[in-house]
Each structure stands twice: as structure tokens, then as C-alpha cells.
């Protein structure tokens, strides 16, 4: 197996919703719509796709409840380039609809970084100081 991650798919309430803040808030690149049922938008190295919260439910095991724990464990992140950065993608998270969860501040592990939530609730950690980049603008992990 190669390491990889391909999809990461968020199960969402309203995909109308979730679709204006990616897209229109945030700016995400995509050519789907929510008329299609599924939205999958171009990022580097990684396809982010929204889907209706109970329909991924069913997918992976019809006897799921939908719902989710007010934690699930999991946040995702978007590292930026400059600390400034960090600044504006939590105003413009903010003003798109998201939640500040964690206004931006000098980390513990020596960088800079805040949080927001979406509408539904995903986390989002933005941050600065912890990578290089590559010059395709995926991380240089080493």
C-alpha cells in the first residue's frame, strides 16, 4: 500500500450550506455542485468532498445513527506561509459562517496557530511555523 490519503470526505446537514462556505467563503476550487449530491473540491495532493451527513452514515454501516460526539477527535489543518496568514484565513472562515473555536496565538509547539469550526462542526486548525513547503505548495515533512 502507497501512503496516501485520496478523499477526505466530510458528512454534512446542508450540502447547500457547506458547498457556499467552501467554495464562496473560503475559496476552494471545484467544478461540482451540490445538484450532483456530492461536491468535491480541487486541493493539493488531497480532494476534500462533502456528502450528505446521513448518506455517508448509510454508506458505511446502515445501522449508524447519525449524529456526532461535540469532539470527534479529528481536525483538520491548513498551513500557511506567513503568520499573517493565519489572521486572515480565521476572518475569512469567520466571515463565510464559520466559528472562531480558538482565536490565533503563539503555540506550545513553538509556531502560531488558531482554530475554526465549519457549519457543521469539523475543526480546522490553521497554523504557520510548523513545515516548510515544497514548491507544488504540499508540505515538506521530514
Known sequence: MEPRISIITLGVKDLDK???FYKDGLGFPTTWSPEKGV?????????????PFEKLAEDVNPALHPGKPAFSGVALAYNTRTKDEVEEVLKKAKRAGGKIEKPAQDAFWGGYSGYFSDPDGYLWEVAFGAFDFNEDGSLAIT
Not at 461536491?39 to 456528502?51: D, H, M, Q
Open 18 to 20: 457547506s458547498y457556499r
Open 39 to 51: 461536491v468535491f473540491f480541487k486541493t493539493r495532493g488531497t480532494c476534500l468532498a462533502l456528502y
